[in-house]
Nanobody
Framework: QVQLVESGGGLVQPGGSLRLSCAAS????????MGWYRQVPGKQRELVAV???????NYADSVKGRFTISRDNAKRTVYLQMNSLKAEDTAVYYC??????????????WGQGTQVTVSS
């Protein structure tokens, strides 16, 4: 079994910072791309940031310059440092990872989500 467990969400004032973490555990052979997505009620889930093959990164235009994605391969953990938070960043944040459980078997796994609320 593979699990992704997120942590670090909460309530923060506009302009504040939060750091999200997502740790993968279980029967893992290798992990490829890891990323963060977010969703608000009534809207589709959207990409926030992704780290590709542990090297290159992509960000949604709305978070460029404010959010930073990083990864610790030894801990099988991906992070999202969120600075200068705005009310429109309020959402449930999910992590996703492309995980292989054997040399020939793999798929995307999702975490359970963590709520981020930006409000004064």
């Amino acid at each position: 079994q593979v699990q992704l467990v997120e942590s670090g969400g909460g309530l923060v004032q506009p302009g504040g910072s939060l750091r999200l973490s997502c740790a993968a555990s279980g029967s893992i052979f290798s992990i490829n791309d890891m990323g963060w997505y977010r969703q608000v009620p009534g809207k589709q889930r959207e990409l926030v940031a992704v780290i590709i093959s542990g090297v290159s990164t992509n960000y949604a235009d709305s978070v460029k310059g404010r959010f930073t994605i990083s990864r610790d391969n030894a801990k099988r953990t991906v992070y999202l440092q969120m600075n200068s938070l705005k009310a429109e960043d309020t959402a449930v944040y999910y992590c996703k990872a492309d995980i292989r459980t054997s040399i020939s078997t793999g798929r995307d796994y999702w975490g359970q989500g963590t709520q981020v609320t930006v409000s004064s």
